[in-house]
């Protein structure tokens, strides 16, 4: 097997860990709740902690797989911070310090994400569309692997922190296998040397597309429960409903990797935005089938993130630092655009949902088409 292979094949590895560490918090909040004597609404707060984390990791950690050069020596201390985070999440019993730990969780995690996505794109370089979208579907393995750990934890055990230790002891072959290979050098793109001011245009206009898009990803995936529930559903359905949308997301990664082989980035985009817009007027136009409409979304949106790496690297030189542009847009949509809806839901009623989403794609739509003539 040939070096960027191998290296592939790390990269895979390390994001299941971190789809499973990104992941594990959710099923056991209230565990961790009891743990420091706190409520759930009171605990909710190591959420925020954690984007604040992963925000200022893709601001100021990204930057030092420029700096050190050595890609793998940041993926290895990155990993090694996220298992020590692990392993202290379930053993604290103050929920302040708790809070810290998250936010160190959250840094250390986007110092990995960063090294993902970069180091990825540095092996392959013109080649990694596939490779991209493959590497974004083991994370979704790493998110579905998560709660069954702690299902078996809280079953075993009746706690959480076995689940917290087994999650941290499988970051460490993953870690140790990243340090025995060297890193891929960072790619060059003389082409974009004499074309800075460009590349600062073309850089800021894809975080604007990764904050509307991973805000369209989110708005869906944190309010869909809601907006079936507002619709009169019941429990049950609005909670298929959800699951209608994230398990079409899935989908839509899984089938992204051997599309992308085949379908040049921007054409794909293209498409995945189409199919955005499709299923949101689906939702804003027939309320009574939701489901139909969050599924073409789903689909359509999980490629997005991936691709759009793709399509960047094929226009501009990725570093760590461009990178971390990219994550930092795509946490502070996670956190921005889920509370945007919240403040009109209950005024404005579930119509906030489908209204918001739809002009989010529309104005990712323009920015993309910009894009595709400033290469022009």
Request: avoid cysteine; proline fraction near 5%.
């Amino acid at each position: 097997m040939s070096l960027k292979y191998r290296q592939t094949f790390a990269y895979y590895a390390i994001f299941i860990v971190l789809g499973i560490n990104g992941a594990i918090l959710g099923p056991a909040l209230s565990t961790l709740a009891a743990h420091t004597g706190s409520t759930l609404s009171a605990i909710s707060i190591v959420f925020t902690a954690g984007s604040t984390g992963r925000f200022l990791g893709a601001l100021l950690g990204a930057r030092l797989y420029d700096r050190v050069r050595i890609g793998h020596r940041v993926m290895a201390f990155g990993l090694a911070a996220m298992a020590l985070g692990l392993i202290a999440a379930p053993l604290v019993g103050l929920l302040a310090v708790l809070v810290a730990v998250s936010a160190f969780q959250g840094f250390s995690e986007t110092l990995v994400d960063v090294g993902g996505n970069t180091l990825l794109v540095w092996a392959h370089g013109t080649g990694v569309a596939p490779f991209m979208n493959g590497l974004h579907f083991m994370f979704g393995v790493g998110t579905f692997i998560a709660p069954f750990i702690i299902a078996q934890s809280l079953g075993s055990s009746g706690d959480v922190s076995p689940g917290y230790f087994v999650a941290a002891a499988l970051v460490l072959p993953v870690l140790l296998l990243v340090l025995r290979l060297p890193s891929p050098a960072p790619e060059h793109h003389a082409s974009q040397n004499t074309a800075g001011s460009v590349s600062v245009g073309m850089t800021m206009l894809l975080a604007a597309v990764f904050f509307l898009m991973v805000g369209v990803e989110m708005g869906y995936g944190n309010w869909s429960f809601n907006y079936g529930t507002a619709h009169g559903m019941n429990t049950n359905d609005a909670a298929v409903l959800a699951s209608t949308f994230w398990g079409f997301f899935t989908l839509g990664r899984l089938i992204s990797i051997p599309i992308a082989t085949r379908v040049q980035p921007k054409t794909y985009l293209i498409l995945d935005m189409a199919g955005i817009l499709l299923g949101t007027l689906i939702v804003l136009m027939w309320p009574a089938l939701p489901w139909i409409g969050m599924g073409v979304v789903g689909l359509s949106v999980a490629s997005v993130f991936p691709t759009l790496m793709s399509f960047a690297e094929q226009r501009m030189t990725i570093t760590g630092k461009v990178t971390g542009i990219f994550l930092a847009a795509s946490n502070l949509s996670g956190m921005t655009m889920p509370w945007l809806i919240g403040q009109f839901f209950e005024s404005r009623g579930p119509i906030t949902l489908p209204v918001v989403m739809l002009a989010a794609s529309v104005m990712a739509l323009v920015a993309l088409m910009v894009l595709l003539r400033m290469n022009d």
